[in-house]
C-alpha cells in the first residue's frame, strides 16, 4: 500500500492552501483502497484536522511513514525529510538565489522531488497550479485599488468573503468609472482575471478599438503574445520561437501605457524576455496608468517598478515616478502597485478544491502507479542528483548560497 502524506506547510508566512481537500481525500481512501492517505496536523489550513478526521483521514504529527509527501509552498530545509518524494512549488527552475541552499539540500538528502510547476502536457500547457484564483484575487485587488486611490467606488477585501460564490455577490450594484484595463497574458492567470472583468460588467473591446479611442463605461482588452512581442528582425510573432528565443524579441506595449488606466499582468516572465516598458517610462507625462495590478509578481520583471512582495492584509504600495523609490499608496505623485506573491490564499478553499481535482485528474495515478513521461519531465531530483532535463541547474547548485 502507497502512503501519501499531506504535510504541514512550514514556510513563513504561513500558507493555508492545501493539496487535497478532505472530501478529496475521502474518495482516495473510497475508489483506491492501496493508497492511504496521512494527513499532518497543522493550526493554519483553511480544512480544520477535525475536518479531515470527520472524512476518515488519519490526522498525525508523524509523517515519515509515508512514502509520498505532497505540499504547497517550499519546505523549510530543516524540516525535509531524507529518501522520500516531495510535490511542492519549489521556486527553484529559474534558478532563484533564495532557494538555492533548499535544492542543494534536497539533492544531498537523497530527496526526489516532482515540481507542480513542471507538470505539463505534451504541448506545454501546465497541468496544475492555483492562477485561476491568482487572477481572479489580483483582479479584484487591482479594480479595488484603482477605487482607492480616485474615491468613486469601494470594495471589500476578498479574504473576508468565505468563498468565491459569496464575493460573486458583493458585486451586485457595483458601479464602475469608464476606465481603461489591459489584461496581459492567455493562461489560467488571464481567465481568472477576465472571469472578474466579465462578473463586473466591464465590457471587451478588441486592442485596435481599445488603442483609437475611449469609451462611455468601463472597458477591458486582453493582450496576448502577438499583441505584446515582435521579432526584432522580421517583424512577425512566432508563439513557440518566441518561447525559445526570447531574447529576439521586442516588447511593443508602449502604446497602450498611454491608454490605459488600470494594467493587469498575467504574463508568464524570465529574465531573457523583454518588459513591458522600462522604469524609466513612468516618468514621462504621456505615461497614463495609475494602478497596476502585477498578479505574476516578478519583482523587477516584467513589470520593472515591482519592487517586491506585500502581504494579502496590506497589498499595495506606491512607487514615485520620478526617484522610483517605494511609497504610500494612492499619492498624486505615485503609481500604485498590487503584487502578492499567495494571492490564492485570500481565497483558500476554493483554490485547494480547484488544485486538488486537477491532482486527482492528471497526477495521482501516474505517481502511485511507478511514474510516466509526464512525470518524469516534472522530475527536478532523483536519487541525489538533477535529472537530464535539469542538468542546466548544476551551476546554480554548486555556487554558495547568499
Not at 87 to 98: D, E, G, I, V
Not at 182 to 191: C, E, F, L
Not at 236 to 255: L, M, N, V
Amino acid at each position: 500500500m502507497k502512503k501519501i502524506g499531506l504535510i504541514r506547510e512550514g514556510k513563513i508566512p504561513a500558507d493555508n492552501r492545501v493539496a487535497l481537500t478532505p472530501a478529496q481525500c475521502k474518495w482516495i481512501q473510497k475508489n483506491r483502497p492501496d493508497i492511504e492517505v496521512i494527513v499532518q496536523s497543522s493550526p493554519d489550513r483553511c480544512f480544520s484536522d477535525r475536518e479531515y478526521s470527520s472524512a476518515g483521514v488519519k490526522v498525525q504529527s508523524d509523517v515519515t511513514e509515508c512514502d509520498i509527501l505532497l505540499g504547497i509552498k517550499e519546505v523549510p530545509i530543516d524540516q525535509l525529510i531524507p529518501n522520500k518524494t516531495y510535490l511542492f512549488f519549489s521556486h527553484t527552475k529559474k534558478k532563484q538565489a533564495f532557494n538555492r541552499k533548499l535544492l542543494q539540500t534536497i539533492l544531498k538528502k537523497n530527496i526526489t522531488l516532482i515540481d507542480y510547476e513542471c507538470l505539463e502536457h505534451d504541448d506545454g500547457q501546465r497541468i496544475i497550479g492555483f492562477g485561476f484564483f491568482a487572477g481572479v484575487v489580483g483582479a479584484h485587488n487591482g479594480i479595488m485599488a484603482y477605487g482607492n486611490r480616485t474615491g468613486l467606488y469601494q470594495l471589500n477585501r476578498v479574504y473576508k468573503q468565505r468563498s468565491f460564490r459569496e464575493l460573486i455577490h458583493t458585486y451586485f450594484g457595483l458601479k464602475l468609472p469608464n476606465v481603461k484595463i489591459a489584461v496581459t497574458g492567455s493562461g489560467r492567470v488571464a481567465h481568472g482575471v477576465l472571469e472578474v472583468m466579465n462578473l463586473m460588467g466591464i465590457h471587451e473591446v478588441e486592442p485596435d478599438d481599445y488603442l483609437k479611442r475611449r469609451f462611455a463605461y468601463p472597458v477591458y482588452t486582453q493582450l496576448k503574445g502577438a499583441d505584446l512581442y515582435r521579432h526584432k528582425d522580421t517583424g512577425t510573432y512566432s508563439r513557440s520561437h518566441f518561447h525559445e528565443h526570447p531574447e529576439e524579441y521586442k516588447c511593443i506595449f508602449a502604446p497602450y501605457t498611454e491608454q490605459t488606466d488600470i494594467l493587469m499582468n498575467g504574463i508568464y516572465w524570465d529574465k531573457s524576455m523583454p518588459r513591458l516598458f522600462e522604469k524609466e517610462a513612468i516618468q514621462k507625462d504621456e505615461y497614463l496608468i495609475r494602478t497596476i495590478a502585477d498578479i505574476t509578481d516578478d519583482a523587477g520583471g516584467s513589470v520593472p517598478i515591482n519592487l517586491g512582495d506585500q502581504t494579502i492584509q496590506d497589498p499595495v504600495y506606491g512607487v514615485d515616478r520620478t526617484s522610483f523609490e517605494k511609497t504610500a499608496p494612492y499619492l498624486e505623485h505615485s503609481i500604485d502597485v498590487m503584487a502578492v506573491g499567495n494571492l490564492p490564499n485570500e481565497l483558500p478553499r476554493d483554490a485547494s478544491r480547484y488544485f486538488g481535482e486537477q491532482l486527482l485528474k492528471f497526477v495521482l495515478e501516474d505517481i502511485v502507479g511507478g511514474g510516466s513521461e509526464l512525470i518524469t519531465r516534472a522530475t527536478m531530483t532523483h536519487e541525489g542528483a538533477l535529472t537530464k532535463d535539469y542538468e542546466y541547474l548544476q551551476d546554480y547548485v554548486n555556487e554558495q548560497p547568499l
